[in-house]
């Protein structure tokens, strides 16, 4: 039993955006634990207004530098909701590739930067450059690697550019393609690396676990990333869909005093996003290899512990790059055609969700005839996730403290799972502190 | 010769711009790592240094009182102080709230008023204090960044672009957007990304803002002659990266506007 502890973490480092953890132990009881959010808001929603059509999603995407790509097609397919826009089959399955290079980028960069360090007791990745000079080349090749894939197909990754309402303004080549499928095909043994370097860290992650509501998208063809129905996964397993057109009735955003980013809920006092919520979700429609790779793993839905998120993500970077494969292998089957952008039918208001790294994205509009944006709206993800970062706190710290952790112990353990989340908070607005009060 | 200290801050931005430092690949980050030392980075490294640093790159916008002393300090540390993004150059696509007076009550409704909402003009960083060189674009040309820390390293002065983006399409032979019935901004817009946008078949839309004195009456001329644009539509075009940059007064934190007052979450 822990009896007194004051945990204060200013700026935590390794994660998107700023936020602070606040917890005060007296007397062995926790008199504080808070998650906050105090990164400076930025406004996405009142800026749209008065934006035309086109300009609508090279504003949102500037939401996030991570999940950019995300942004960009959340806002596109809401955007052509609005604008009765159906899109080609080839602009689709494009669209889907990108979606894939986006999430494998953003795990690569989650899982070897942001993450693992904690688990080799290292302070970044910088130290490990000469002790584990194997892995972090590694990791720089795939890094590099997602990045080319996502510019072969958008343009570039951080804010994409060929992605516009109604299609792409320019395509890949089908060599250009060819050579990206050669490229995967090359990075398997890197992938293989991967699996074996988060196996063999398995062990060091906290064993925690709190029953949770989880929502991801749900998509009839694929694994849902690019489209699909909102899904939510009780504990029990029990699950529910809703249309996307639906999402204020499932999302409830409210403002808290201790966060600039607005917080949600569903059936239970908060919920989960992310790879864990569509592993939760979607697990039967992961690749057969990411399939192995989660029994590697030791995972299987539904899982409740939120550290395992990281290790959610190593499988879906398996399977973003063998679901990728297929993608190429149809596009090249079919052959690409020169397609201008679909115009609009008409204009009015529509809403879409797309999963972003981090999880469930949507985006709103409404145009007035002459294609001006009336209104915006945005419900990110890591805002989606800040009110269950508060509930493991307040499962967690007791337990910490029943176990006799230090302040230390408990700073890194509160750290780490704030980590495995991936927040974005720039994206939800910006920021994080771990506070311990004497 | 010891190897230089580096040190990246980032305030309100989407962090972009750094994600593109990630991007070099193995054989250009570790070339990298060989001249220079990283000693602070929040959202890549989890060591920090209160000392004296030579290089610290800063990015994002300048939007509240209560970094002000945050940024001065890094001044006092730091021998050059390079601005990098658009966020931290012009403040970039933040500064498209600064027109608006109502964004507060756009996005948080009843809740508008709590204090920890607040948020004054988006500014750049050198509002604040004084920077060395600017690294423009949204994102950042990270090539340009390696090329801006190369000239610094051989003791060099780097070349800041101060051409309209119009000259790289003429040098890559990329057909005009408004020969394609298209419009563009490329004609006052900063250079120095290799005009990337045009060449996919999509306008500039002025990302590193401006050149020095661009001729804002013959942009919105253009835009409405030769692209059809109505009035309002033209005004509204120069804004998206350039809010801050139409017209000729420096937009300034209003004194009267409070500052954030709890950005170190140690308030409720």
Redesign the interface.
Known sequence: MTTEAKVRVHHLTRVEGHGNIEVDVKNGKVTKCQWQVPEAPRFFEAMVRGRHYTEVARVTSRICGICSIGHTLASLKATEASLGIKVTEQTDLLRRLLKHAENFDSHVLHVYFLAAPDLVGAPSVLPLVKTHGDVVTCALRLKRLGHEWGSLIGGRTTHPTTAVPGGFSSLPTAKELQALKDRLLSAVPDLEATVKTVAALAPKIPAFSRPTEYIALHDKVEYGLYDGVISSCMPDGTKSTWPVSDYRKVTNEYVVPQSTAKYTKNKLDCYAAGALARFNNNFEQLHPEARKVAQALGMKPVCGNPYLNTAAQAVEVVHSVHESLRLIGELLKKGLRDEAPVKPARFGRGAAGVEVPRGILFHEYEYDKDGMCLMGNCIIPTNQNHGNIQKDFEKLVPELVKAGKGEKEMELALEMLVRAYDPCISCSTHYLDVKFTR | MPKAKAAFFD??????????M?????AA??EL?NHIE?VEF???????TTEPIDVAFIEGSF??EA?RARLEDIRRRAKIVIAYGQCATTA???A??NH?K???E???GK?AG?P??D?AQ?LPISAAIKVDYNAYG??VNKYEVLQIVSHLLHGKEPVIPNHPVCVECKRRETVCRYHEGDHCLGQVARAGCGA??PA???PC?A?RGFVDHPNEAALKKVLKEKAGF?E??AD??TL?WTANQRGTSTPKHDAKTPA?T?????K?
Not at chain 2, 11 to 20: L, R, V
Not at chain 2, 22 to 26: E, K, M, Q, R, Y
């Open positions: 305030f309100a931005c989407c962090e972009g711009c750094q994600i593109e990630t991007n070099f690949g193995d980050f570790l790592l990283i929040r959202e890549a490294i989890s060591e920090k939007t509240r970094d970039g696509i933040n498209l709230k608006q109502d964004y507060k756009c996005v948080y809740d709590m920890h909402l948020s988006a949204c994102p990337p946008c996919a078949g999509i839309e990302c109505s309002r539509r509204g075009k998206m954030l709890a950005p170190q979450g140690g409720q």
